[in-house]
């Protein structure tokens, strides 16, 4: 519980833990809202069937909140129009232009103040629950500064996200986000580069230094951040190589591969 898990990928697509943790916390029963600004929900729902899970079951009975940040942004850029009450949680594209600098705390109305009362009023406990806990999911945190979100509006809303699901609900929440050493992208890097120093736990997902390789999709760094807990700890460190297959993915030490073998 209270635990920051940051998925980080490069050279590679790490959408494979996100699947993995969404069909994870449902079958655990926790209580999850996945803002999805990748891809679309059919798209995960079908991912989701291969992995014995059923989204849509899981919104009927209110166990999964979805945003769907593709159609929010239809709805924005070609005036759908918000409902009564319920302000789009991507407001801030029609509000900012895109050379405005907009922070959370600045109490400007151009931040991503909306998306974390989204998220806020998705996992406030309710009468009646019997989720085991609160999970937050994002996919992907690289979209919001393609949108034109600043670095600091970004940091600052997983600020405010950590302080309410992972302190206060004493749940987790799980982030994917690109990465790109050789990038010329200063604002991703640096978003980045802030969320691994907070995080618990990375898995960080590249692609093989050597190419394409038909038994070998990719390696999995995982970082148990120990030090974040107490100073005097080394972080744990595992290395392990992949193939990603129809409906799992297959983990083995460096150099075991069938490939190899």
């Known amino acids: 519980q209270g635990?920051?898990?940051?998925?980080?990928?490069?050279?590679?697509?790490?959408?494979?833990?996100?699947?993995?943790?969404?069909?994870?916390?449902?079958?655990?029963?926790?209580?999850?809202?996945?803002?999805?600004?990748?891809?679309?929900?059919?798209?995960?729902?079908?991912?989701?069937?291969?992995?014995?899970?059923?989204?849509?079951?899981?919104?009927?009975?209110?166990?999964l909140v979805f945003l769907e940040g593709l159609k929010s942004c239809l709805d924005l850029l070609f005036?759908?129009?918000?409902?009564p009450g319920e302000p789009n949680p991507l407001q801030f594209l029609r509000?900012?232009?895109?050379?405005?600098?907009?922070?959370?705390?600045?109490g400007?109305?151009?931040?991503?103040?909306?998306?974390?009362?989204?998220?806020?009023?998705?996992?406030?406990?309710?009468?009646?629950?019997?989720?085991?806990?609160?999970?937050?999911?994002?996919?992907d945190?690289?979209?919001?500064?393609?949108?034109?979100?600043?670095?600091?509006?970004?940091?600052?809303?997983?600020?405010?996200?950590?302080?309410?699901v992972c302190c206060q609900l004493k749940g987790n929440i799980v982030v994917l986000v690109h990465s790109n050493e050789d990038s010329e992208d200063e604002e991703n890097e640096l978003v980045v580069n802030s969320l691994c120093h907070h995080s618990d736990l990375i898995l960080w997902a590249e692609g093989l230094a050597t190419g394409f390789c038909k038994d070998v999709h990719g390696q999995i760094k995982i970082i148990k951040r120990l030090s974040l807990r107490q100073a005097a700890e080394q972080d744990l460190v595992q290395i392990y190589q992949y193939k990603i297959q129809d409906r799992n993915v297959t983990f083995f030490a460096r150099g075991l591969s069938s490939a190899v073998l």
């Open 3 to 63: 635990q920051f898990t940051l998925l980080r990928d490069s050279r590679t697509d790490g959408s494979f833990l996100v699947h993995h943790f969404l069909s994870f916390y449902l079958r655990a029963g926790c209580k999850v809202c996945f803002v999805a600004l990748l891809q679309s929900f059919s798209h995960y729902s079908i991912v989701a069937q291969k992995l014995g899970v059923s989204l849509a079951a899981a919104k009927e009975r209110g166990q």
């Open 141 to 164: 945190l690289s979209v919001l500064l393609s949108l034109g979100a600043a670095p600091v509006a970004v940091l600052d809303f997983i600020h405010y996200c950590r302080v309410s």
């Open 108 to 139: 400007s109305s151009c931040d991503l103040r909306a998306l974390f009362d989204f998220v806020q009023a998705s996992l406030a406990p309710g009468d009646g629950d019997s989720w085991k806990g609160p999970v937050l999911l994002l996919d």
């Open 95 to 106: 509000l900012c232009s895109p050379d405005t600098s907009f922070m959370f705390s600045s």
């Open 79 to 83: 005036g759908e129009g918000e409902q």
